[in-house]
Every structure is written in C-alpha cells, then in structure tokens.
C-alpha cells in the first residue's frame, strides 16, 4: 500500500472510471481480473469500479485496484476517482504514488524464470512440441557423450604413441655428410653438456630379410650394445636373448617380435640379409647377401617391432660398407621436449659440419597428424550439438506461437519486454543444460571404463577387436582430461544460450492488443 487513511477515517467508496478504448476481449479480461474485490460495471468503453468499506479494507482494494493499474497501465487514457467521507488529499497521494514499486522487481527477477521453468516440463497442448523439445534435450546429451568419449579415445592414443615410440626412439641425432669416424670424440664433447644423458653411435640401412622361403623388408640399425641402453629402453622389453649377445665379427642379430613372428624364426635359426647392393664379380653381377644367427627378440608395443634389426655397429660397417664409420650419434636428453632447442645450441658449438635432428623432424608429422585428427573429429561431432542447437530453435518458436496470448496477458499486466526475453531464454537454456549435464555424466563414466568394456564385448562376442598381430595396442586407450570436458561442456551451454536469444526477441516484439483483439 503506497498511501494510508487513519483508522478513523471512513470510506463509504472509491469509484473509477476507467477509459480503454480497446478490444473486448481485453476490456472483459481486465473487468474478470479485478471483479473479486469490487464492483464492475461497463458502458461501451467506460469501467466502472466501485470500492466499499471503511478506511483500511477501502484502502487495501484500492492497493490492489492500483497494482491493476500498473499491469494495465498502456492501456489506460483517463483515470478517475470519486471519494466518500475520505480526505482527498490522502486518497489523492494513494493514486498518485508508484503504486507497484514493491512488487515488479521480484516480479520481474522471478517470474521469468519461473515461468521459463513451468514452460518446460509442463505438458504441452501439442504433442509436436513435446517431441521436438525431446529431441533436442536427446541430441544435446548425446552430442556431449560422444565428444567426451571420442576425445578421451584420441588422447589414449596420443598418449599410447607417444609412450611406445618417444621412450624408443633416440630424442635426436647427430651426423655428416660423409661417415663419422671421430664419433668417440664427438660424443665425450656431446655428453659434457648436463642436459644430455646418453649418446650412441649408429650404423642406419634397409634390405630383406629371408627365412625359409619368407621375405620382409628390414629396417636395419647397427649399435654398441653397451652405449645403445642410454638412448633406447630395447634392453629392458627383450623377451629372449640379450644385447649383449651382439658380438662384433659374430654376425648375430635381434629381431623385433610381429617381425620373428611372421618370418616364424626363433633363437639359433639362420636368416639371410639381402642388401639393395650388388656385387660384381667374375661370374656376374649377384646382389649382397649375408646370413646372420638370431640370438635376441625385442617387443616395445610399436612400429619398430615389425621392421627393425639390430647388429653390433661394427658388423653393420663391414655390411653396408662404412669404411670404419658411423652414420652418427643418436642422443637422449633429460627432457625429451627441450631436444629440438638444446640440439640447435649443440649444433652451433659444433661446427657447421654437423647436422642435427630432433624427434619432431623424424616423428612430429604423426603427432601433428593425430591432433588434427582430434580437432577434426571433434568438430564434426560438434554438428551433433548444432543439431540439436537447432531443434532448441525449432521448440522455442512453435511454443511461442502456441503461447501469444498468455504472452499478450502477461505484457498487459505489466511484465517488461526483457521479462519475456527471460522466459524464453530461460526455457531454451534449461532444455540444453540438463543435456548437457546428463552427457557429461554419462561421457566421464563411458570414458572412464571404456577399456573394461570393450573387454566385455570382446569375451561377448568372441573377438578380438584390436588384433595383436596387426596393432600395437590389445585394449582400446581412455584418457579423460579434464579440459575437454570443460571445453565441450561450456562450448555446449553456450550455443545452447545463444540460440534461445532470436526466439526470445521475437517473443518480446507480440503486440499485446493485437495478439487479444484477434485471439491469436
């Protein structure tokens, strides 16, 4: 109550007359709205509202009637008051003053989100509505659920590659034009320097590899096998035999794992080595050949073990035709991720001679290749979200134009433009929130038990889903990071907001009287 008559005060009545000059139908509305606490007659476009009672009953309709007024308050062209025994100073200030200060700004935070909400899970007069809204609340969680599983898959193997190739291959190498002889000196030099832990030389070539009628290509690298276990971790995943056992003029070998598998050799069997090479001698010209003994099988879980052989560095001079040197040095450092700078310091101290390459030259293609597959996938998972961004729309502009008229009821009680807005944008929102909310979960859960899983399906069915001889993982790899979820979740709630903004304005642009005189 903005004013207030003293107790003993009598009101006989208030009386109103109020001029609309609008459609019946909104003359009807505002006559049934406040006929509960007063006398309502009608004259063509003229209301006439009686008031009755003492002072504080008087007063408080009066309230009321003045609330009323402000809902209705586009509407109104004249307004009158006729007063009994009141003083009409008193009952003047009453009219005059906000007369709806204490009750539209809680109306116009909560209302709209309460309404937004009951628009929501309230059911809907037309079953298409309810159906499009389903499924976009469907598609927003499955959209979430599978960034969230697809991602967590890539980053396993991400980090299955990089665990398997980079503890394997050397962190980066040193070499020459012609062979490096002087490797010992280059090496001491090398190893002064406190961020490098191990330096190897290395005697690097390709050929055939021959066992009984079988034949592979070979990747073939000669090694000191006492310098090779400070780059490489092969001596720590040999399943038989031991580098040690590669003896210099024995012409023994190690084999990779697929690699003995497939050619079906074992310890002690004999294997040929052809060389792209030929040989000219007086009966013609043959191609290099040389027979070795397998003394050793290695398995490090990647490429290397279907195509790399390793021979003592000497015997592979006297093979590939070093003349007493080597092909270079291969490097490890303590940080594997500092190797491309530190080797271009090491290359600046050692001469222009030299050359340097770091693992990024001869593996970073791949690793760049699986993060572009990463983005890539996950943005055309993405269009599962935009998907149901749209049907979000789609629900959003079939609801507001079931609901122009109670649009229209609550612009001419007072409710702002912005308030409409909210309702709206509070209602898309919420469709896309609890998607994403119930993806999310379901995601974390699926990527945080995806190996157990596909185990499950694979003792189901009978199958193996990742071969052993052919991939050099046996389980499917999860690595759930918590920025992808974080990403995916908030990229989601954001599209999900922005696409409620066009129908909500849209839904705040209906013309009240419009929307009553035609019913529609």
């Known amino acids: 109550m903005c004013g207030s008559l003293a107790e003993n005060d009598l009101v006989s009545h208030f009386e109103a007359v109020l001029e609309i000059g609008a459609a019946p139908a909104l003359a009807s509305l505002i006559k049934a709205s406040i006929s509960a606490f007063c006398q309502v007659s009608s004259s063509g476009d003229r209301i006439l509202i009686l008031f009755h009672g003492p002072s504080s009953a008087a007063i408080a309709n009066l309230s009321a009637f003045l ?125 002064s320097r406190a961020d490098v832990v191990g330096a190897a030389p290395f005697v690097a070539g390709h050929g055939l590899l021959t066992y009984d009628g079988s034949v592979h290509g070979l990747e073939i690298q000669g090694i000191d096998p006492e310098a090779e276990q400070s780059v490489s971790v092969v001596h720590q995943h040999m399943l038989v035999g031991d580098l040690d056992d590669l003896r210099p003029g024995e012409y023994h070998i190690v084999l990779g794992s697929l690699l003995a598998r497939y050619m079906g050799v074992t310890l002690g069997d004999k294997v040929q080595v052809t060389l792209p090479d030929v040989s000219v001698t007086p009966a013609g010209i043959f191609p290099r050949t040389k027979r070795f003994t397998v003394v050793g099988v290695f398995e490090v879980g990647a490429q290397l073990d279907q195509s790399l052989a390793l021979l003592h560095f000497e015997d592979a001079q006297k093979l590939l035709r070093r003349q007493g040197g080597v092909d270079g040095l291969r490097l490890r450092f303590a940080d594997i991720y500092s190797a491309p700078r530190k080797l271009s310091e090491i290359e600046k101290d050692l001469g222009p001679e030299y050359i340097t390459k770091d693992w990024s030259e001869t593996q970073g293609n791949l690793f760049q290749a699986i993060q572009m597959e990463k983005a890539v996938v996950g943005l055309m998972l993405g269009i599962v979200i935009a998907v149901a961004a749209f049907n979000i729309i789609t629900s959003l502009i079939m609801m507001i134009t079931e609901k122009r008229a109670d649009i229209a009821v609550l612009r001419t009680m007072g409710l702002s433009a912005a308030g409409v807005v909210g309702i709206f944008m509070v209602q898309g929102t919420v469709i896309g ?58 990229g989601a709630a954001l599209i999900s907001f922005l696409v409620t903004c066009y129908p909500a304005w849209r839904a705040s642009q209906i013309a009240p009287a419009e929307a009553l005189r035609y019913n529609i």
Request: net charge neutral; glycine share 6%; charged share 15%.
């Open 433 to 490: 929130i609890v998607g994403i909310v119930i993806g999310a979960v379901l995601g974390i859960l699926v990527a945080l038990n995806l190996a157990t899983m596909v185990t499950a399906v694979e003792e189901f069915l009978g199958a193996q889903i990742f071969d052993p001889t052919v991939y050099f993982v046996t389980t499917m790899p999860s690595q759930l990071m918590l920025s992808d979820v974080i990403w995916v979740c908030s």
């Open 67 to 191: 609330v009323l007024r402000g809902f209705f308050e586009a509407a109104f062209v004249r307004f009158f008051v006729g007063f009994g025994t009141a003083d009409v100073a008193q009952v003047r200030a009453s009219l005059s003053c906000p007369t709806n200060s204490a009750l539209m700004p809680a109306m116009n935070l909560l209302l709209p989100f309460y309404i937004g909400l009951r628009y929501t899970w309230a059911k809907r007069r037309n079953t298409f509505i309810s159906f499009v809204s389903l499924f976009a609340f469907i598609g927003m969680a499955l959209g979430v659920f599978a960034l969230i599983v697809v991602l967590s898959v890539m980053n396993g193997f991400d980090r299955e590659l990089k665990d398997r190739i980079l503890r394997v291959i050397p962190h980066g190498f040193i070499q020459t034009e012609e062979p490096l002889k002087d490797w010992r000196s280059v090496a001491d030099r090398v190893l």
